[in-house]
């Protein structure tokens, strides 16, 4: 197999091969690191690549496919994390793994590096001061998104075919946008944040992946979701596996269009319109389409994510001081994450749970829009991938001024972490500079398995496996 070769293949396709002998795992990790190696200016990976995969499960459903982790949330025993600050030096290796991370390995994903994160995965651009940026592979001069930019650079670019990420406030599905991958976000409880987090940033936080094909969305679904021991949700599991409703008829939905921002911030007109043709397409396919809205103040959102976000980081802060030893401070946090910290610590009890109430009073409202709509379809992000420096986050900003600044950026995704709800970024269209145009569907409690369904519809409408971006590591290897 040539790097090329391997570069063009999703997860699905490689564990194919990989079982059949064509390629043994050991040729196909080679080719992975140097694929990595071969689109390092993308500065994506933070540690690795390895000189062989983490140990995992050869007979695994995933069996030998490369992989790489997000460095922010998930571990594996004894690979330095930093969480993308420099509070944490060169990093601390944990003793044992995630419960998501024993999953990943017994799936028999090969993991060869960690990928690069925002500092404490609070922005929508991965620019972290302890890595640098992390850049787009369809235009180096923009950003690769955030918090799971690394990953989805990597992946996007050929590196390898699946990577992991997490989403707070659209972090699965912000980069997946940028660098027209898959990202889907999980509901609430389907996949275990344990045993470190029960309830991950106040039941805001998802772990999942980017990949290239819904199908290797779904595989991937299928072997990490569950209840681990003390979870404190526990999900009905799907009826049948995920892979399944790839190809699987959805039936005639009622699903409504919505491309006006919730903040009330400039959405491109490029991008509105890929909405519009993706819900042409939809109707074409025999689907109701309307144009409705869930009833969502804007203001009271931000104030939620202001409160819940900086408690957060102020608490993650706290649990490194003591971890290290080292006080956090300017000299080792970014301006707007010391200025978050900060304010997370004159909250009160009664400011989080006034906060809490909020983002329930928005769930029940959204799930009353789901009532009379099976999907909603939105943009992912306002725009195409945004130039690098554009979300700064050492710059002179107040928590206040830096949630608004991200959240007016990215202003179709935090609803579907305030509500636990499952939602999905496809990449359906490009812009007239060439760069990716992320769309969003979004469902209500336990819709995976119908986003699945008309996701695997639209890939079959709309297909986006042609697109290659211009630094990837098939054409790098050619070019040599």
């Known amino acids: 197999m040539r790097i090329d070769e391997y570069a063009d293949l999703d997860a699905t396709a490689l564990a194919a091969v990989i079982a059949a002998g064509d390629v043994t795992a050991e040729e196909v990790a080679t080719l992975a690191a140097e694929a990595i190696n071969a689109v390092s200016e993308l500065n994506a990976v933070c540690v690795g690549p390895f000189e062989k995969p983490l140990d995992h499960a050869a007979d695994g459903v995933l069996g030998g496919v490369p992989f790489a982790i997000k460095?922010?949330?998930?571990?594996?025993?004894?690979?330095?994390?930093?969480?993308?600050?420099?509070?944490?030096?060169?990093?601390?290796?944990?003793?044992?793994?995630?419960?998501?991370?024993?999953?990943?390995?017994?799936?028999?994903?090969a993991t060869l590096a960690v990928t690069t994160t925002p500092e404490l995965g609070f922005n929508g651009s991965s620019e972290a001061l302890a890595y640098g940026p992390t850049r787009n592979p369809w235009n180096t001069a923009h950003s690769a998104g955030g918090s799971s930019g690394g990953s989805a650079a990597l992946v996007a670019a050929g590196a390898v075919p699946v990577a992991h990420a997490n989403d707070g406030g659209g972090s699965i599905r912000i980069p997946a946008a940028c660098n027209g991958l898959v990202g889907l976000k999980p509901g609430r409880g389907r996949v275990s944040v344990g045993p470190d987090s029960g309830d991950a940033l106040f039941g805001m936080g998802c772990e999942l992946a980017v990949t290239r094909t819904v199908r290797d969305t779904a595989a991937l679904l299928d072997a990490v979701a569950g209840a681990c021991p003390g979870d404190p949700f526990v999900v009905a599991p799907?009826?049948?596996?995920?892979?399944?409703?790839?190809?699987?008829?959805?039936?005639?939905?009622?699903?409504?269009?919505?491309?006006?921002?919730?903040?009330?911030?400039?959405?491109?007109?490029?991008?509105?319109?890929?909405?519009?043709?993706?819900?042409?397409?939809?109707?074409?396919?025999?689907?109701?389409?309307?144009?409705?809205?869930?009833?969502?103040?804007?203001?009271?959102?931000?104030?939620?994510?202001?409160?819940?976000?900086?408690?957060?980081?102020?608490?993650?802060?706290?649990?490194?001081?003591?971890?290290?030893?080292?006080?956090?401070?300017?000299?080792?946090?970014?301006?707007?994450?010391?200025?978050?910290?900060?304010?997370?610590?004159?909250?009160?009890?009664?400011?989080?749970?006034?906060?809490?109430?909020?983002?329930?009073?928005?769930?029940?409202?959204?799930?009353?829009?789901?009532?009379?709509?099976?999907?909603?379809?939105?943009?992912?992000?306002?725009?195409?991938?945004?130039?690098?420096?554009?979300?700064?986050?050492n710059a002179d900003l107040t928590a206040a001024e830096w949630t608004t600044r991200i959240f007016d950026a990215c202003s179709f995704t935090s609803p579907f972490n305030q509500n636990g709800a499952p939602a999905i970024s496809l990449p359906l269209g490009q812009s007239s500079q060439g760069l990716p145009i992320g769309v969003q569907l979004a469902g209500d409690s336990n819709s995976e398995a119908l986003l699945i369904r008309v996701a695997a519809q639209l890939e079959e409408a709309m297909p986006w496996s042609g697109r290659r971006p211009g630094l990837h590591a098939g054409t790098v290897a050619a070019a040599r």
């Open 238 to 393: 799907p009826e049948r596996p995920w892979a399944e409703e790839v190809g699987a008829n959805p039936g005639r939905l009622r699903i409504a269009v919505h491309t006006e921002s919730w903040a009330g911030s400039w959405v491109d007109p490029e991008v509105a319109q890929v909405v519009e043709e993706v819900a042409a397409t939809l109707e074409a396919a025999g689907h109701h389409v309307d144009r409705a809205t869930p009833v969502i103040d804007w203001e009271v959102l931000l104030e939620t994510n202001l409160v819940l976000w900086t408690a957060f980081l102020a608490h993650a802060v706290a649990g490194i001081e003591a971890m290290t030893g080292r006080t956090a401070g300017p000299d080792n946090l970014e301006r707007t994450s010391w200025a978050c910290v900060q304010h997370g610590r004159t909250l009160t009890g009664l400011d989080v749970c006034t906060a809490l109430d909020r983002a329930n009073a928005l769930s029940r409202s959204i799930g009353r829009f789901f009532g009379d709509h099976d999907l909603l379809l939105t943009p992912t992000m306002n725009t195409p991938a945004l130039p690098l420096g554009q979300l700064d986050a």
């Open 71 to 109: 460095d922010l949330v998930i571990h594996a025993r004894g690979v330095p994390t930093r969480m993308g600050t420099r509070l944490l030096g060169d990093g601390i290796a944990p003793p044992a793994d995630t419960f998501l991370m024993e999953r990943f390995r017994a799936a028999g994903l």
